[in-house]
């Protein structure tokens, strides 16, 4: 069948936010109380803690301006010294080790493999002399989260999750951003929910959470509005906060209480988006992987994705001048293709990680997957004419370049 004449499908608009935010910022606009610490109760930022958390099936919820900081807040509140080095997978986005030496600290770089995830031989052999760990889940794909963790527990490492991207993600059924010590999510417009900027922390551990807490901004009393689960008082959490008041930096990284506003009725619609994203996204890669020159690489096992963008490799592609073409003659087709590290300055590429301290180190395998590792948008709300345009211009852009595949298949 020929596309010709449907138009290219718009992949860069985000979702309407539900009508229902429409009440409540309409209410926050009039009594002009948008900080979050001026309500004695129920301010809409405690609120969308609360939610989170109980989502999340986690004790703790702490919303802040984004998921770097949260992060950043994450990496003081383990109270690891000045200098301490973090690891990290070498494929991630550059706000993670920027959230590293904002706290003073070194990234330490591992490699990925050609599945995007976390190349488990080289992690264990970095470990050692290693203070902690950030799992990136880039682009939600899920490294082997068994074999890090049991890793980490037993030289007593300790593991944050940067699952930005990642929620609605499970690894055994059980959610990513749950697994790790404490887990980081963010609201920036470009990830599942949606709220122009923002980020939230998750985790079980109430001297953790104390810490991040008064660190985020919580001064003089203010932690008094951070409750346990479900808003309950929560003496472990009174003795964290009295042990650490008046020790710690205030970095004022709150949200405000329009951000929860917006975010608090998308929750409800994350299942529906994790739903559709991934049968859009497996749709679209039984097309592509019908190519013997695209090939989408398979989950992990025990993992069930959330994606809203496809992520997949450029086979035979002998030269970056060959994979620069199928780029171009994806663009004329109408479908955006980013090259990871193909397009200049690209902020997920690590040799362009420039400000981390130090020779930027190499890493050959995660290089080489970066110069043929491919990335289209795929949001949710698209139907399946959108998703049979792209899956088609990108099939036909590999044969422009290389040739009829019939007669290779
Ligand atoms: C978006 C993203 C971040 C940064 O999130 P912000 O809220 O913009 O700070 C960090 N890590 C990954 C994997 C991301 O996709």
């Known amino acids: 069948m020929s596309l010709d004449h449907v138009p290219a499908p718009n992949v860069y608009d985000a979702e309407p936010i539900p009508e229902a935010a429409r009440a409540e910022i309409d209410r926050l606009l009039q009594s002009g109380d948008l900080f979050r610490y001026t309500a004695p109760a129920d301010a809409p930022v405690a609120l969308l803690e609360q939610d989170f958390a109980a989502l999340m099936g986690t004790k703790y919820a702490l919303a802040v301006s984004s998921c770097s900081a949260a992060l950043f807040l994450s990496l003081e509140a383990l109270g690891l010294r000045k200098g301490a080095k973090v690891m990290i997978p070498a494929f991630t986005f550059a706000a993670v080790p920027s ?34 760990v ?83 901004g919580a001064y003089e009393h203010n932690w008094k509005k951070h409750k346990g689960p479900e808003g309950q008082n929560d003496p472990e959490l009174e003795i964290a906060f009295a042990r650490w008041q008046n020790k710690l930096p205030l970095y004022n990284l709150r949200m405000q209480n329009l951000s929860a506003a917006v975010i608090r009725p998308q929750l409800p619609e994350v299942a529906r988006r994790v739903r559709d994203g991934r049968a859009n996204h497996d749709y679209v890669a039984n097309l592509l992987n019908a190519s013997p020159w695209l090939a989408v690489p398979d989950a992990l096992a025990p993992e069930d994705r959330a994606p809203d963008s496809i992520q997949f490799n450029l086979q035979g592609f002998v030269s970056d001048s060959e994979a620069k073409a199928f780029a171009d003659a994806a663009a004329e087709r109408g479908v955006k293709v980013q090259v990871f590290g193909l397009s200049n300055d690209n902020a997920r590429a690590f040799w362009n990680w420039q400000f981390i301290p130090g020779d930027v180190p190499d890493l050959p395998q995660t290089r080489a997957m970066l110069m043929r590792a491919c990335d289209v948008r795929l949001p949710a ?20 370049v290389k040739g009829d595949d019939r007669a290779v298949a």
């Open 99 to 132: 959230s590293i030496v904002h706290a003073g600290m070194q990234p330490v770089l591992c490699e990925v493999g050609e599945n995007y995830r976390i190349d488990v031989a080289d992690f264990l052999a970095k470990l050692p002399g290693v203070d902690a």
């Open 134 to 216: 950030i799992i990136s889940h880039m682009r939600g794909h899920t490294s082997d989260m068994d074999a890090i963790i049991e890793a980490c527990e037993a030289a007593d490492i300790p593991v944050i999750e940067d699952a930005a991207h990642s929620l609605g993600t499970t690894w055994h059924g059980r959610k990513i951003g749950t697994i790790g010590k404490v887990g980081c999510f963010s609201f920036q417009s470009y990830k599942l929910v949606n709220a122009g900027e923002g980020g939230i922390l998750v985790t079980d551990d109430a001297d953790l959470v104390a810490r991040a807490v008064i660190m985020s």
């Open 381 to 400: 709300r698209l139907q399946k004419a959108d998703l049979d345009f792209i899956a088609e211009a990108l099939v036909a852009a590999a044969r422009d």
